[in-house]
């Protein structure tokens, strides 16, 4: 392909450059093509930097995908590492580029600059933050084993941050025999999911021997504490920061390129800057979100190689244009598989939109072949045109499938009733003949359609200070384990003979996972009694929310407000 691209200079040489520098190879062998790298690696794997320090990607090496030898043999590109762009001239197009090695300078001419500098991990300006690792590399991780390889190894460590990394280090400092604490500034765990959902991962941690502290700021650290904003100071040998990230865009601010508020670069839909010969990709990068079209920052590694491809095309002329980002990650956490894409209820409810939430607990394959284990999805549904807004996932096996089902759906236009006619493959050791998708799908169409109506388990409270009547219908035993403050027992079998214990006004049904509730709000309906409602994932959902929310003060309340009206 002809292009009066004739050289391309890359800033940056891992997920997105290397992407953009690899394809745009293979759409013109005549290019000349140049990858400025400051670090001493390019085209590594980021994403198994935590696996590596906990040992379970035991070679090194493994993380090294291709090196600046490789790459020149088979694409005939020039990679530079140790080399470092640090002034940009859009008059002339030229990068100022210094050796990290000699500290000499030098200028390279551009007539396409494409920006792949990445993201750099968010240190807080608190006292002692230069004690503090991070990972985001190699050179960080290479910094970590010497850490905990010293002869003076670490016994403790506090991971602040409580997401995506900051777990996946919390496992495998743990399996290395270190005393991990998460402390976390929000509600919970991993923010981008709901508390519900999160109140499972959180108590998975604990349960495998991890602290987490949550609601509060670390705000020092010296060589063997951290001291929280609370006032309370932890022991720390190691303290890793792992509060996020922030765009590198240095080098652009200082270019006079358009920045958002949070200083990503606003590019458009062809990954142009405000100057249409420079380019920008990967975690760097504004993307538009899918729901709302505004500018979100996302810095995940398939979105990062999915842009640096579509920029290569872009340069050399073909037709295409960047879709917008939905943020579909997963990740492991002890056994567990937590994912999710899209928006979730807290960011639908914050943007004003009305909603429909739906809860499940279904097993990854059919019950009666072994091994079937249990999962909980949530799916958060625009309530006027039903499509779907987001969804997560909390289990073992099959969590990832069900939440890349509901993304293609997602980007495909499906709505959530749509998700019930999707057919998807089947066999009893793989899925059930109704796959938990499915299920979905016909659950959202029984409250589009009125067949159902449900609330959530944070509504429950307002539910009895209003005096709705709670209907656990449940069996006696299940009952007698534990139900919801003030609720009354009549399984769902007897429903039909002791429809006239059923006190009048508004009726909250609920079971253990929402199933039996649906039919017994249909039979209460059926038989005349119109305003009942089911409770959306049943005790199950229900009973760890609260429990991370703080139960006392939850049930308490329930509890007084039953014996007031009482």
Not at 441 to 469: C, F, L, P, Y
Request: hydrophobic share 45%; charged share 20%.
């Amino acid at each position: 392909m002809s292009t009066s691209i004739h050289r391309t200079v890359i800033v940056g040489g891992v997920a997105a450059g290397m992407s953009a520098a690899t394809r745009l190879r293979r759409l013109d062998e005549a290019m000349d093509i140049v990858v400025l790298e400051r670090g001493d690696h390019v085209s590594f794997a980021n994403c198994g930097l935590p696996y590596h320090v906990g040992g379970v990607i035991e070679d090194r090496d493994a993380l090294l995908l291709q090196t600046p030898a490789s790459l020149a043999a088979r694409f005939n590109i020039d990679v530079r590492t140790g080399h470092e762009v640090v002034a940009v001239d859009r008059e002339r197009r030229v990068v100022t580029v210094r050796d990290r090695t000699s500290g000499q300078t030098t200028e390279e001419a551009y007539d396409a600059l494409v920006l792949a500098t990445g993201a750099a991990p968010m240190r807080p300006p608190i006292p002692g933050v230069e004690l503090t690792y991070a990972l985001r590399d190699l050179a960080d991780m290479d910094a970590i084993l010497a850490r905990l390889n010293d002869p003076q190894a670490p016994s403790t460590a506090i991971i602040i941050g409580g997401g995506f990394i900051g777990l996946e280090l919390a496992e495998n400092l743990t399996h290395r025999g270190l005393a991990v604490t998460v402390v976390e500034l929000a509600e919970h765990v991993l923010p981008p999911l709901d508390l519900e959902m999160a109140a499972l991962v959180q108590r998975r941690l604990v349960e495998s021997g991890v602290r987490v502290v949550t609601g509060v700021a670390a705000t020092a650290v010296d060589s063997d504490t951290v001291t929280l904003s609370n006032g309370d100071s932890l022991p720390a040998d190691l303290v890793i920061m792992a509060a996020g990230v922030v765009p590198e865009s240095a080098l652009a601010r200082a270019a006079g390129l358009d920045l958002s508020e949070r200083g990503g670069i606003v590019v458009d839909d062809l990954q142009r800057t405000s100057d249409p010969s420079i380019y920008a990709v990967g975690d760097v990068a504004v993307k538009r979100d899918a729901h709302s079209g505004a500018g979100v920052l996302v810095p995940l590694a398939q979105t990062a190689n999915r842009h640096g491809r579509l920029v290569a095309d872009v340069i050399t002329g073909r037709t295409t244009s960047a879709k917008p980002v939905l943020g579909s990650a997963i990740v492991g956490v002890f056994g567990l598989t937590v994912a999710a894409t899209g928006w979730n209820e807290k960011r639908a409810r914050a943007e004003g939109r009305e909603i429909r939430v739906i809860h499940s607990h279904p097993a990854d394959h059919a019950g009666y072949y072994p091994g079937a284990e249990v999962m909980q999805l949530k799916l958060v549904v625009d309530a006027e045109t039903d499509l779907i807004l987001g969804a997560q996932g909390v289990g073992g096996s099959g969590v990832d499938k069900r939440i890349d089902v509901i993304a293609t759906a997602i980007r495909g236009g499906l709505t959530a009733s749509d998700l019930a006619d999707l057919e998807l493959t089947y066999a009893p050791q793989f899925g059930s003949a109704k796959d938990p998708v499915n299920m979905l799908g016909m659950i959202a169409d029984n409250m589009a359609t009125g067949v159902t109506r449900t609330i959530q388990w944070h509504e429950i409270e307002a539910e009895v200070e209003r005096g709705s009547v709670l209907l656990d219908v449940r069996t006696r035993g299940e009952y007698a384990d534990g139900t919801i403050p003030t609720a009354v027992n009549i399984p769902v079998d007897e429903l039909r003979d002791r429809f006239d214990e059923i006190p009048a006004g508004r009726i909250v049904v609920t079971c253990a996972a929402g199933v039996r509730g649906h039919t017994a709000t249909r039979i209460i309906r059926q038989l005349g009694h119109d305003d009942v409602v089911n409770l959306d994932g049943g005790y199950k959902t229900f009973v760890p929310a609260v429990e991370l929310r703080g139960c006392c003060d939850l049930l308490g309340t329930m509890r007084e407000a039953a014996s007031t009206s009482s």
